[in-house]
């Protein structure tokens, strides 16, 4: 009778290969790019840079006041904290499952092991880990700065309760489709402006205990419509995408896409009925094979206006401004991108069909920055609300337009100028700062609603004109 291993074991042996074999590759990359004398040299630097803190202590003495800003400043966003950390999770499960579970682990669940306990031996591992790097972090900011030790392990404390209870849903979600993500990712940010607007712990515990709730309802379904090809894709990119070796041979390392986000839309297994339709598809491939890019940039642009609104009303109003005119350059970037890539490069188009069925996906990544706008003229409601909602979407609405404007006149090669145009672009986005001190500013919005209306006659493509 032949004694099969224990599952800890076999799956030891995987990691401790995969692991030997990640260190023969960084010593060979490290090698080649610092020879021993110069890593000395380095390490002696480095040692003498950190123990001059300790030497010098005058230099955390001048942060001593900043500190104690900070830790009073945490003590009162400590409940919000609560409440929003899951957004983390939520927009984490748009691009990866939560763990890493690689075709090695997938390759040893196919022999007699329970694939249940390699799933659990693979977060447990990561919980492990998690927990001894917020130590280590926790420790050197209590060593370091005279901020309270109970408020630093209440923080850390915190997210790794999160990180544990949030690693089924993440890991459910993922496997589901975008709009199910968004819906939850919505549903979570209008729990944020409930307790945003209550000023009550009763919202974050709820949401916790919810989230437990949620837990005991999906372990016994945790296998349940698992696409292991897609976990097993990005958990092996994210194992083997090594720093050290990427500037070492100075090549970055792009993930092999074995699918699209789109893969099970019931739209795209439908034929041809118009032009309509045929716009729709490139632009959904294109879109989804950049949705990396995309939801880094919006999460980006979401995380700095949730931030900004704990600040002052001026402070906000900038990041506001800058999000506005950021989304609608980036935007234009990726149009001109679109044209110039697969078989839109050598075929004629419309460009003025083309920019109208791509407005539709700039309005759906708009309405995700929209939430924290909202939640925050919720908050300071007065009287200039509704102008001030107004006349942002119309800035941006005017701004987005002038730089597609921009991006077919490039792309058609026309001797078209649109300075005034761009000018008044940026003026418009100056003053979406403005209107944090003076909100009557936002009455303007007239002022843009007659120049969109303008701007239809004078495109610089007529409609059907191809390019």
């Known amino acids: 009778m032949i004694r099969r291993a224990p599952v800890w074991k076999a799956y030891s042996l995987v990691r401790k290969g995969r692991f030997r074999k990640k260190m023969k590759m960084n010593k060979m990359a490290f090698d ?3 020879d021993k004398t110069t890593a000395i040299y380095s390490l002696v630097v480095a040692a003498y840079m950190f123990s001059s803190i300790f030497i010098f202590g005058d230099i955390l003495n001048e942060f001593h006041d900043y500190f104690i800003f900070m830790e009073e400043n945490a003590r009162s966003g400590f409940w919000l904290l609560l409440t929003a950390l899951p957004i983390r999770y939520i927009m984490k499960s748009f691009r990866e499952p939560g763990l890493k579970f690689s075709s090695s682990e997938y390759q040893l669940s196919l022999l007699p092991y329970s694939r249940g306990k390699i799933w659990l031996l693979t977060v447990a591992e ?7 790097v917020y130590l280590i972090m926790g420790g050197l900011v209590i060593l370091l700065t005279p901020i309270s030790a109970s408020l630093i392990l209440s923080y850390l404390g915190l997210i790794l309760v999160y990180d544990i209870i949030m690693s089924v849903p993440q890991w459910k979600l993922f496997q589901e489709k975008f709009l199910i993500k968004a819906g939850y990712l919505l549903l979570v940010i209008l729990i944020n402006f409930v307790g945003a607007l209550t000023a009550s712990p009763l919202a974050g515990l709820l949401l916790i205990s919810g989230i437990i709730f949620i837990n005991i309802i999906l372990i016994p379904h945790l296998f349940k419509g698992v696409n292991w090809s897609k976990v097993t894709e990005i958990s092996d990119f994210h194992i083997w995408n090594m720093l050290l070796i990427s500037k070492a041979s100075n090549t970055k390392f792009k993930r092999q896409k074995k699918y699209s986000i789109f893969q099970n839309s019931s739209r795209r297994k439908k034929p041809f009925q118009s032009e309509k339709d045929m716009q729709h598809r490139l632009w959904q491939l294109y879109l989804g094979k950049n949705y990396e890019l995309l939801f880094q940039f919006a999460g980006t642009l979401l995380l700095v206006l949730v931030v900004l609104q704990f600040f002052s009303n001026l402070l906000f109003h900038i990041g506001l401004a ?3 005119y950021a989304y609608a ?10 044209m110039q890539a697969d078989i839109i490069q050598v075929l004629p188009w419309d460009l003025q069909q083309y920019k109208k069925h791509y407005f539709k996906w700039i309005i759906y990544g708009g309405c995700i920055l929209l939430v924290p706008v909202i939640i925050y003229l919720g908050i300071n409601l007065t009287v200039w609300a509704p102008f001030q909602f107004v006349f942002y979407c119309t800035s941006f609405l005017y701004i987005y337009h002038v ?14 100028t649109l300075n005034i145009k761009e000018g008044l672009g940026t ?4 003053l979406i ?3 944090g001190i003076y909100p009557f500013i936002s009455v303007s919005f007239i002022i843009i609603l007659i120049l969109l209306m303008r701007s239809e006659n004078s495109s610089p493509l007529k409609p059907g004109e191809p390019v």
């Open 433 to 435: 700062g403005l209107t």
């Open 329 to 338: 350059s980036v935007s234009a970037t990726f149009f001109i991108d679109r």
């Open 403 to 416: 730089k597609l404007e921009r991006a077919i006149v490039l792309l058609g090669k026309r001797n078209i």
């Open 126 to 132: 990561k919980w492990i880990r998690q927990c001894a």
């Open 322 to 324: 800058v999000a506005v």
């Open 427 to 430: 003026i418009f986005a100056f």
């Open 32 to 34: 080649l790019m610092v």
